[in-house]
Nanobody, 124 residues
Framework: QVRLVESGGGSLQTGGSLKLSCAVSGYTSGNMCMAWFRQGSGKEREGIATIDMYGSATSAYSLKGRVKISHDDATNTLYLTLHGLHPGDTAMYYC??????????????????WGRGTQVTVSS
């Protein structure tokens, strides 16, 4: 089973940037897609970015130009960088690992392991 632990959240100012980390441990498959999701209060969980075993990354259209996902193979750590923060980015941010049999997607149901999340609050 994959264990995921997010870190790096907190209270930030509009216009700032964040970098979140997700430590990945346990049984991992090289075919797994890794992803970041977020869920604001009263909102549905939203896919932010994905990265596959080849390092090919995608990001949500609404966040293009502001978001970057990366993975450090040496430490097996997933990262999310988000620039140009505004209060709409306030949410719990989760990392997730996918079903090795499925391609990367922004569908939360395609992901089998989840971290507990890290809260990001952006004030104006």
């Amino acid at each position: 089973q994959v264990r995921l632990v997010e870190s790096g959240g907190g209270s930030l100012q509009t216009g700032g940037s964040l970098k979140l980390s997700c430590a990945v441990s346990g049984y991992t498959s090289g075919n797994m897609c890794m992803a970041w999701f977020r869920q604001g209060s009263g909102k549905e969980r939203e896919g932010i970015a994905t990265i596959d075993m080849y390092g090919s990354a995608t990001s949500a259209y609404s966040l293009k130009g502001r978001v970057k996902i990366s993975h450090d193979d040496a430490t097996n750590t997933l990262y999310l960088t988000l620039h140009g923060l505004h209060p709409g980015d306030t949410a719990m941010y989760y990392c997730a690992s996918g079903d090795p049999r499925r391609p990367c997607s922004f569908v939360s149901g395609d992901y089998v392991s989840w971290g507990r999340g890290t809260q990001v609050t952006v004030s104006s």
